[in-house]
């Protein structure tokens, strides 16, 4: 760990419209954007790598273990502002990867508000100059090389034919099963043109950038804001199209389609229930919307409560996760057919991904829609999963999950 002296210092700052729009000198280390607000960090003050079942509760103690030995120099004094560690969990308890980042220079944009705030450790001047502005921002293009050799379509479909015979067995009600495909780059990935791309075309989403792993994804896992908890469960899916009148009849259908308002079902209880545990006065609308974005849509509902023991937004997270919307139900079923029939490691796709403030407050999301990058970012692992229940077809399910994939295969250059 670095010194335990250290200052954080947060200041409004002006000069910055867009954090995805400017041309930084350097590429960020973290990223949160949505709807063109958020967060990027660059530097790394300070990062903890975390493992097995206690993963979360780890990660919660040594955020809060670090901050409590710093002195917080706030100009502002506005909630949801100031230093935030930017986490990122496997799926799994034994896969490795989940990692919590502090950013050395932390730039938001929220309301109007920019502030910037600083971690500088004893003996260091401000660190005033560590991000420099350049304009305009730059075009980059990707040239990839795609491969799906990890799981073909063919032997993804028949794990999907086995999982459904199962639950028509009645061993479980529900199962989420996931894909890679793989790709290799001529060069380097560019990260602020895709990050930039990214956030342009799914406004709507959480544009996130943490350790290499990189994606905008729709599904809030848990937001936390003082007592106020927000989740947004999404399952249920259907390709959009360039034509509003089919983009319409795809939506009414996917609304009175009993597959997928099924498999919504399973994923709304399994978050209502966990959220009980901690909260009050819980509204879960009855019925689902559609949530339309560039290249799908989804079932969507969201779920609002009131803080009930001061859980933090992390601990939240844990509670929460894995949701049926990724995982199955019952869990611990769909959990052993996972690790028998996907015939892959997901890594932190599919995990908690966001960030956590001094006040406990964050947000996290589901890190679905994304790619881990390799070290040298020359390649990537893109993931796509589909829920299944008793009457999935594979050959459907397979094509959603190429849908699903779009997002992803466009942002890193394949023409479509």
């Not at 530097?43 to 979360?56: K, P, T, W, Y």
Request: charged share 25%; aromatic share 6%.
């Amino acid at each position: 760990m670095p010194p335990t002296a250290r200052l954080i210092r947060t200041r409004a700052m002006n000069g910055i419209e867009s954090l995805t729009d400017t041309q930084w000198a350097t590429d960020p280390s973290v990223a949160w954007i949505r709807r063109g607000e958020g967060m990027m960090g660059w530097g790394v003050a300070a990062q903890a790598n975390f493992r097995g079942a206690e993963r979360f509760s780890r990660a919660q103690r040594w955020v809060s273990d670090w901050l409590a030995q710093c002195r917080i120099h706030d100009d502002l004094g506005i909630p949801r502002t100031g230093m935030m560690a930017f986490a990122s969990f496997t799926f799994t308890d034994d896969s490795y990867g989940s990692t919590v980042v502090i950013p050395r220079t932390l730039i938001g944009v929220r309301d109007g508000l920019r502030w910037r705030t600083e971690v500088t450790f004893d003996g260091e001047p401000d660190n005033d100059d560590a991000v420099v502005v350049e304009h305009p921002q730059t075009k980059a293009e990707t040239h990839a090389t795609w491969h799906d050799e990890t799981a073909s379509s063919a032997a993804w479909q028949a794990a999907v034919g086995e999982s459904v015979k199962r639950i028509a067995a009645g061993e479980l009600d529900k199962v989420v099963l996931a894909r890679e495909v793989r790709a290799d780059f001529a060069q380097p990935v560019a990260l602020q043109p895709l990050l930039r791309r990214l956030a342009e075309r799914y406004p709507q989403c959480w544009t996130f950038y943490v350790d290499g792993l990189v994606g905008a994804t729709p599904e809030l896992l848990v937001r936390r804001q003082r007592d106020q908890v927000t989740s947004r469960v999404l399952a249920g899916s259907v390709a959009a199209s360039s034509s509003d009148q089919q983009t319409d009849e795809n939506a009414k259908a996917l609304q009175s389609s009993s597959k997928n308002l099924l498999e919504h079902e399973y994923a709304v209880r399994s978050v209502a229930h966990a959220l009980a545990v901690h909260c009050t006065d819980l509204d879960v609308p009855s019925a689902p919307s559609v949530l339309q974005l560039a290249n799908v849509q989804h079932l969507a509902t969201d779920i609002r409560a009131n803080l009930a023991d001061g859980s933090s937004a992390l601990a939240l997270a844990a509670s929460l996760h894995p949701t049926a919307a990724v995982c199955g139900t019952p869990t611990e079923r769909a959990r052993l057919v996972i690790r028998e029939l996907e015939g892959i490691d997901r890594g932190r796709y599919s995990g908690p991904v966001g960030w956590i403030d001094g006040n406990s407050d964050g947000e996290f999301a589901i890190a679905l829609r994304c790619a881990q990058l390799g070290p040298d970012a020359r390649t990537a692992r893109l993931f796509a999963g589909c829920g299944l229940v008793a009457d999935s077809d594979a050959e459907a399910e397979l094509a959603e999950s190429e849908t699903k994939l779009q997002a992803m295969r466009w942002a890193l250059g394949e023409r479509q």
